[in-house]
């Protein structure tokens, strides 16, 4: 396994979907060829398994289990860094999957707060997050700052503080939020080991403004050529083409907002279409995308993003 810190994560990282079977089981034997996809179709060299995009919440720790194996597997020697996600309710199932994520050598692990009781202030959130980075203390360690979902918007600069004295093995944030100020914070007060991952992928731009190294996202599992190029355009200061592909990505979820909103049902879908890895429906409560609502998003798609452009 690397030690701590060996290789810097920076770049693209897709957040990928879980593979299913049509009857809602996971499916392991489309881990393979999704990987290949990834990285011979999409130039994506980074993944970041059971996250949000994972439906991590909705699988047993057992499912996840057998997951993070068979990404870590299959991605040996094709992909740079495998990241799992290890957030759970429980601490003692975060522990347990952080535990196994350093088994099946992982090259990280993150975490995103726990919401159903939440901590009720960055000592808490702190503690929870130590306990969890102590069970396998040998795993780069990324906190993953996702408000929207947990409602823990903590600042997270005021975790940043010292973390590495409760945590040695923290490695950076995967911020998934809407806040350029806290986000400018993190990175003005991150060690230079650290890599600060910016998460919402409509708004990269402003991100890699403020000084994002990286981002992680559900939509670089289809479009990662292009925000790649995008990636490329920001390093040469071309803001104008960095824009031009930033704006089709709006452009792309504001009609899908048309058939109820870019939703991981419509997402998870466009998946599947653009990529034909049958990936299967999402696990309820997520209801899948009908049809002919993501045939109108995958006809969009390709107005929008050619394989030229
Ligand atoms: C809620 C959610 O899934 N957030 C993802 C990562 O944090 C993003 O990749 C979004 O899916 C994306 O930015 C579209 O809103
Ligand atoms: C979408 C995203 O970043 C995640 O799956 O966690």
Same mark, same amino acid.
């Given at each position: 396994m690397a030690a701590v810190a060996d290789k810097k994560l920076t770049g693209l990282v897709a957040a990928t979907f879980t593979p299913l079977t049509p009857q809602g089981e996971v499916n392991l034997s489309q881990i393979g060829p999704y990987i290949d996809y990834l990285t011979q $179709?999409?130039?994506?060299k980074n993944i970041f398994v059971n996250g949000t995009a994972g439906e991590s919440m909705s699988f047993t720790v057992a499912e996840r289990k057998m997951l993070a194996e068979e990404w870590c597997k299959k991605a040996k020697g094709i992909m740079d860094h495998v990241i799992v996600h290890v957030g759970c309710l429980s601490l003692k199932d975060s522990q347990e999957l952080a535990r196994h994520a350093a088994e099946i050598k992982a090259d990280a692990i993150a975490i995103m707060a726990p919401f159903f #009781?939440?901590? $009720? *202030?960055v000592a808490a959130l702190r503690k929870f997050l130590q306990e969890v980075a102590s069970a396998a203390p040998s795993m780069p360690f990324y906190y993953y700052h996702i408000p929207r979902i947990t *409602?823990? *918007? #903590?600042p997270v600069v005021d975790l940043l503080e010292d973390i590495e004295n409760d945590i040695p093995s923290f490695s950076g944030v995967k911020f998934s939020a809407s806040d350029a100020m806290d986000l400018g914070l993190c990175i003005n007060n991150s060690k230079p080991q650290w890599t600060v991952l910016f998460g919402v992928d409509e708004e990269l731009l402003s991100g890699l403004a403020m000084g994002a190294q990286g981002a992680i996202g559900s939509?670089? *599992?289809?479009l990662g050529c292009h925000i790649n190029k995008l990636l490329a355009a920001f390093e040469k200061n071309n803001l104008a083409e960095a824009r031009r592909i930033q704006y089709n990505l709006q452009e792309l979820l504001r009609y899908a $907002? $048309?058939?109820?909103?870019?939703d991981l049902g419509v997402n998870k879908q466009l998946m599947v279409e653009l990529s034909g890895l049958p990936l299967g429906p999402p696990r309820p409560p997520v209801i899948q995308c009908p049809p002919e609502n993501a045939q109108s998003i995958v006809q969009k798609f390709h107005s929008l993003f050619s394989e030229s452009s």
């Open positions: $179709k999409q130039g994506v #009781l939440r901590p $009720k *202030n *409602n823990v *918007n #903590l939509t670089y *599992n289809y $907002k $048309k058939y109820g909103g870019f």
